[in-house]
């Protein structure tokens, strides 16, 4: 499974970016998916995680409100809508997705390359 994010740059405080991740390879058994994001000196964290179906999800207490994760799967591209963007959001954003191996019935975990959000004050 290949993730390849899309979406980041620079915005002012108060507005708004749509970071997007397509997913290629095998995707067919790709179960949850999640934004993940790492801030200079910081831990990585989780920002929202989607399930399979796309109705159970997950979001950080800072974002609630302000962040919509989202995904297609027939597209097998999730999405992250980021409103009233504050300057303590910017941070690497990575694509994550765990994905079932039929082979050996065990989970994997893929990550894409991160896209870079920037909010100025």
């Known amino acids: 499974v290949q993730l390849v994010e899309s979406g980041g740059g620079l915005v002012q405080a108060g507005g708004s970016l749509r970071l997007s991740c397509a997913a290629s390879?095998?995707?067919?058994?790709?179960?949850?998916m999640g934004w993940y994001r790492q801030a200079p000196g910081k831990q990585r964290e989780l920002v929202a995680d989607?399930?399979?179906?796309?109705?159970?999800?997950n979001y950080a207490d800072s974002v609630k409100g302000r962040f919509t994760i989202s995904r297609d799967k027939l597209k097998n591209t999730m999405y992250l809508q980021m409103n009233s963007l504050k300057p303590e959001d910017t941070a690497v954003y990575y694509c994550?997705?765990?994905?079932?191996?039929?082979?050996?019935?065990?989970?994997?975990?893929?990550w894409g390359q991160g896209t870079l959000v920037t909010v100025s004050s």
């Open positions: 994550n997705a765990v994905w079932y191996s039929d082979y050996d019935g065990k989970y994997y975990t893929f």
């Open positions: 390879g095998s995707t067919y058994n790709i179960n949850t």
């Open positions: 989607i399930s399979s179906g796309g109705i159970l999800v």
